[in-house]
């Protein structure tokens, strides 16, 4: 259906001559479904951590995750990531189960899942192994949790930026119940480490409908970034420090840094950001108020006007007033009262 490359294919092969289960899984599946290349091979296993270090053992390996069950062989190709069949346990911080439970049947590892389309397995002679129509909603361009929506979010609230994310990089819609959950939950995201909040951002602001789902989703972000008001950004077309800079467009200094350091960017990463960001000064036609808003409160066309608009913008580039529609009216009402003594 399509092609494997070696090495992953090497580490197939491999794990079944010792007598186990491998498939290819998850966004490997998802990505060369849709014909783009996967960025990378996992692997999922019916042999356990200990089994699978044995029967990959002409490989060196990282053990980086093995207390999840999983062990990275390192091939001629790159990395491969295999992970052991398992369940999920219960969840009681929303972040991270409990505990990991192995178990030798692939449908159970295929349920715990987030998504239809990540919760497809691959393999070489036996083809797709595809439970939940995952297929069916990479077709109809549907983004679909696994499950109950509100219990697969409850569980785990990252999954509701994953969502977004696999929106913003696929343009695909949300399923309507899915839809329902992540709205009524978004404000689960609140307990969400900033490292994960900022991993899965930096994906989605490289997508190609990072714009669409900020504004769209405007109210789901607030809850992570109260700060900023989504449903306005403008974002540039390549992500990464660009993309960030773009979404603390128009804040103060201090606010701008005070978010990157809350999402634990490294030192190295903030100034980059900080860089771009101080290199674009907010448009006046950003400004939450325009030239027609002042004319309803009463200033006259004229030199008066503009003054009284750039004395906004002053203050908003300065971090002294907040880029809101209502503060800045206040502001404004103050400046006609004052009489030109702008
Ligand atoms: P990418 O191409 O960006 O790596 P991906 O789908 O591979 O996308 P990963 O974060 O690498 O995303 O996760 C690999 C797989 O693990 C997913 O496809 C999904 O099946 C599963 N997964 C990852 N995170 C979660 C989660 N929070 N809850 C449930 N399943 C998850
Ligand atoms: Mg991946």
Known sequence: ?????????????????????AWCVGGCVRDALLGRAPADWDVC??????????????????????????????????PVEITTFRREGAYSDRRRPDKVEFTSCLEEDLLRRDFTINA????????????????????????????EPERRFQEDALRILRCLRFGAVLGFAIEENTEKAL??????????????VQAEMDKLLAGTWAEKILHEYAEVFRVLFPEISCGDVKLPSEGGAAGWAALLHGLPAAQAEGLLRRLRF?????????????????PISQLAVQGRD?????FQPG??????????????????????????LDLARKLLARGGQV
């Open 1 to 21: 259906m399509f092609s494997l490359p070696p090495y992953a294919g090497e580490v197939l092969e491999k794990l079944e001559a010792a007598g186990f289960e």
């Open 45 to 78: 296993t019916s042999a356990r951590p200990e089994q699978t270090k044995k029967a990959l053992a002409a490989f060196s390996q990282a053990e980086t995750g093995l207390r999840h069950g999983t062990v990275t062989a390192i091939t001629s190709g790159g």
């Open 120 to 147: 497809m397995a691959w393999h070489p002679q036996r083809g797709l192994r595809d439970c939940f129509g995952g297929q069916a909603d990479l077709q109809r361009g549907l983004l679909r949790c696994v499950g």
């Open 183 to 196: 709205l009524a939950l978004a404000r689960l995201l609140e307990g969400i480490s900033g490292e994960r």
């Open 266 to 282: 490294p030192n190295r990463t903030q100034k980059e950001i900080m860089q771009i960001w101080a290199g674009n000064p907010l």
């Open 294 to 298: 002042l004319l309803e409160l009463g």
């Open 303 to 328: 030199p008066f006007l503009g003054r009284a608009l750039h004395t906004l913008l002053g203050q908003v580039r300065a971090g002294e007033a907040p880029n809101e529609k209502g503060s800045l």
